[in-house]
């Protein structure tokens, strides 16, 4: 916020590629668990926790933080909390539900024709989602990626993991035998290339080795 503010401009985005800090993308899977109360002594943190997500959703796009939120239900039920927040959400992802109820719960407020449009999913469109992105009601499908494969393009790219002060230090990369990343031996005979560069057999991995392709 600091450097938007000496810059006078409104968003990370109006700063110089040089000036403009690392972008970050927050997610929030199972977001109902943050609003569930076991006791009423907890209903001060769940007090903190809906307020640091509603400040994230109304501010955090400018200054290059993304909020990307994931759940079952998002509901009324679960407070004013999760419908402030929810009302922040301005694109939506709807994937098959099993309720009309829960349908109306993500794009209700949006297109009641894309309501209708999610529980036309079926059982056998499976990746099928319909989405509400900048006024446009559409219909988009994923694709899988296996845990296997998140491994391995974790593994592929953990050297451009960025450094962040405030958040620590980033996790040292994992073995590549943890990552499922097979690592070709150096030829002793051939000199090695610099660190952080690949020879034409590969590509740098994440360890300084070669990803054999």
Not at 22 to 40: H, K
Request: hydrophobic letters at 45%; proline letters at 7%; one cysteine or more.
């Amino acid at each position: 916020m600091r450097s938007v503010s000496e810059a006078g401009v409104r968003s990370i985005w109006e700063l110089s590629d040089k000036a403009r800090p690392v972008p970050v993308i927050v997610l929030v899977d199972e977001v109902a668990e943050l609003y569930l109360m076991a006791s009423s002594a907890e209903k001060a943190e769940v007090g903190r926790v809906s307020t640091a997500l509603l400040r994230l959703a109304q501010l955090g796009a400018a200054l290059g933080v993304h909020l990307v939120v994931a759940g079952q239900r998002v509901g009324s039920d679960l407070g004013t909390g999760v419908t402030a927040l929810r009302a922040q959400l301005g694109r939506r992802v709807c994937h098959r539900v099993n309720d009309p109820a829960t349908a109306d719960m993500v794009l209700g407020d949006f297109s009641k024709d894309a309501v209708i449009a999610a529980q036309q999913i079926s059982h056998t469109q499976q990746g099928v989602t319909v989405t509400y992105v900048d006024g446009q009601v559409m219909r988009a499908r994923s694709f899988l990626v296996t845990p296997d494969q998140a491994r391995k393009s974790s593994g592929r790219y953990a050297h451009m993991t960025p450094v962040l002060p405030p958040l620590g230090d980033p996790p040292a990369p994992a073995m590549p035998e943890a990552l499922g990343v097979h690592l070709v031996k150096a030829d002793p005979m051939v000199d090695s290339p610099p660190d952080g560069m690949a020879d034409s057999g590969g590509e740098a991995g994440p360890i300084g080795g070669v990803i054999d392709r």
